[in-house]
């Protein structure tokens, strides 16, 4: 949700805190600000609006310093404004906090304090935060006093329920930053001389890639030399246990630049044939017919005992996981259910012994997810994750995870961690049917030797994007969309759908061709343009049917196509052709088309398709 970035050393700090802001506008925000530690007091400025808002202030009433804090606001509690944006302080001025995360019980907390004579500026529930550890810090009761920054946080925060990723800073001790973490994620970026602490890794990219995950409850003070971090059990992290805590970040800091592109989303959907080739690399021995996944870390003897896969994730993560369902099924044969991880995690699931959960994740920080693992492993259940970004919350509180190797994706709409989800999935299929011998060898051989050819077809296909723009132009009026598909076509409907909805605000709806007749049959008309998949297959008949239905209610049908389809293009309006795989890896190609097909409707009716309005990229908080 909301970006984080602070920094402690002896550069100019306005320059670092600007660029770590707009390496996380794609978080999502409406909001920003900056509090800068200068010449004994704490300089703040803040915008409503862009990023580029806050610049233009900055410009009009200059400040300088070299330790501060940045923030990046995405409304929860107070409208969008300046006076609710962050950073926020106490009533005297000498404490400023960031704060992503929800505090539940807030309303309690402020009426609390009014009557001590707190007032506050804003309607946010990250003010209390500032005015609790002020109330520790500066004033009460003798015994409840103390000249400590730190020891005046910790005070405060236990008496706040609900989720936090704070950074803290007060002109009485302007040596460091206090970093805290409890629900939200929070880095430690270590350099030399300097330090920093941020909420997702771009933003710190380009001065560090030495990176600490701070786990939930655990505490930093972070100074010019160096970091202390507490656990949540009062322990300090010193020597080798703090040394391992290190992760190594291995993406360029190019990575997160648009590199000439457009849009990120549009150099993301470009980039798949390498993420997908990189996802591979090192996984599999085609001579051999093997593929290696040995971070899965599950015995033979385990893997053969599994009766049950549950896979939970949401939104494209979701999606990725219903055609997991029918990788696994097919390639594996044992059940599979998907469940969506923001329902799962609230029922009394049924975790047996021999139960394999698989959570989905990019960010690897999805509340739900990550709530949804926190249930299964109070149940004892074993916890597969799929995760895209190394040391994140969700990889590390998992049994085992497999990483994509997407590399940082900055669009909010997911384009390249779907289609490496995908691919993790079909290499977990092939790994797990051959133990269990569902899979022979000459089998395993066929399928690796066609998922080696899929960042090769892909690259093709987005060779070929220009029968999609002028697609684009045809139906960026269009109000509504109807997305239809059978088997793995169904999940992919529902992404296709997705993508449209998230950056063009046009309103669209995936179901399973079957369902049509079940109710959205009623909808058809010609201003409610139809996307079916049609690939060949044993469904094939069943969605031509479907097509004609379609035609003879007036409705307009955009059908994808396997390449040298001809009797498709007599019956539906457009054909966007997808060259031919096995029907596993078949919804890795047939979403690249409609991730094009969102994106260029987006761009051709105005919509900023990077930072879609009111969504966020992560979704770390309920």
Not at 200 to 215: E, K
Not at 230 to 235: L, M, P, S, V
Not at 283 to 303: C, F, G, M, N, Y
Request: aromatic content about 6%; hydrophobic content about 40%; charged content about 30%.
């Amino acid at each position: 949700m909301c970006g984080i970035i602070g920094y402690i050393g002896n550069r100019d700090i306005i320059p670092i805190l600007i660029e770590g802001l707009k390496r996380l506008e794609y978080r999502g925000y409406d909001s920003a600000g900056i509090a800068v530690l200068e010449k004994g007091r704490i300089s703040l400025r803040r915008a409503e609006g862009k990023i580029a808002l806050l610049e233009k202030l900055i410009k009009q009433k200059p400040v300088s310093g070299s330790a501060g804090l940045g923030h990046t606001r995405w409304a929860t509690h107070g409208r969008p404004s300046e006076e609710n944006a962050h950073p926020h302080r106490d009533c005297t001025g000498t404490i400023v906090i960031v704060h992503n995360g929800i505090v539940e019980n807030y309303l309690e907390l402020k009426e609390k304090l009014k009557k001590k004579g707190h007032r506050f500026r804003s309607e946010t529930d990250t003010e209390i935060i500032a005015h609790l550890i002020e109330e520790q810090y500066c004033s009460g009761a003798a015994f409840r006093r103390t000249n400590s920054l730190e020891q005046a946080v910790r005070r405060a925060l236990k008496e706040i329920r609900g989720s936090y990723a704070l950074g803290i800073i007060s002109s009485k001790e302007p040596g460091r930053i206090i970093a805290a973490r409890s629900g939200s994620p929070l880095i430690i970026g270590l350099g030399k001389g300097e330090n920093f602490i941020a909420s997702d890794v771009p933003a710190i990219l380009a001065h560090t890639r030495r990176i600490i995950y701070l786990n939930d409850g655990e505490f930093a003070v972070l100074t010019r030399e160096g970091v202390d971090i507490t656990k949540a059990d009062g322990r300090k992290i010193i020597g080798k246990e703090l040394d391992g805590r290190i992760t190594a970040v291995a993406w360029k800091a190019g990575a997160a630049e648009k590199e000439g592109y457009r849009h990120f989303m549009l150099k993301e959907i470009h980039e798949q044939p390498r993420a997908i080739e990189d996802t591979i690399r090192g996984r599999i021995s085609p001579d051999k017919a093997e593929v290696h996944l040995e971070e899965l870390d599950l015995s033979t003897q385990k893997i053969k005992s599994i009766d049950r896969i549950i896979i939970t994730a949401c939104g494209t993560s979701w999606h990725a996981g219903l055609i997991g369902e029918y990788m696994l099924e097919d390639l594996v044969r044992i059940p599979v259910e998907v469940e969506n991880a923001a329902e799962f995690r609230y029922r009394n699931p049924i975790i047996e012994k021999n139960t394999l959960v698989i959570a989905i994740s990019q960010s690897g920080e999805t509340a739900d997810t990550l709530g949804a693992i926190r249930e299964v492993r109070e149940k004892n259940g074993t916890v597969v994750s799929i995760c895209n970004v190394v040391g994140s919350t969700i990889s590390r509180e998992s049994d085992a995870v497999i990483y994509t190797h997407a590399g940082p994706e900055i669009g909010v709409a997911s384009t390249k961690a779907f289609t490496t989800q995908l691919t993790v999935l079909y290499l977990l299929a092939i790994y797990m049917g051959k133990i269990r011998g569902f899979i022979r060898d000459a089998q395993a051989r066929e399928l690796i030797a066609e998922l080696l050819k899929v960042p090769g077809i892909v690259k093709r296909m987005l060779g070929e994007e220009g029968k999609i723009i002028k697609l684009a132009e045809k139906f960026r009026k269009k109000t509504n969309f109807l997305y239809l598909g059978r088997g793995e076509g169904f999940p992919v409907a529902l992404e296709g759908a997705l993508k449209l909805k998230e950056v063009s605000y046009i309103h669209a709806e995936g179901y399973p061709a079957a369902e049509m007749k079940h109710g959205p049959i009623a909808l058809i008309d010609k201003n409610m343009p139809a996307v079916v998949l049609a690939l060949k297959g044993r469904r094939y008949d069943k969605i031509l049917s479907n097509i004609e239905e379609i035609k003879a209610r007036g409705g307009e049908v955009i059908a994808l196509a396997s390449e040298g389809d001809k009797e498709l293009k007599k019956k539906a309006d457009e054909v966007l052709y997808v060259p031919r795989t096995c029907v596993q890896l078949s919804p890795v190609l047939a979403v690249i088309p409609l991730q094009l097909l969102a994106y260029y409707i987006a761009v051709k009716r105005g919509c900023n398709p990077d930072q879609p309005r009111h969504l966020a990229k992560s979704v770390t908080v309920e």
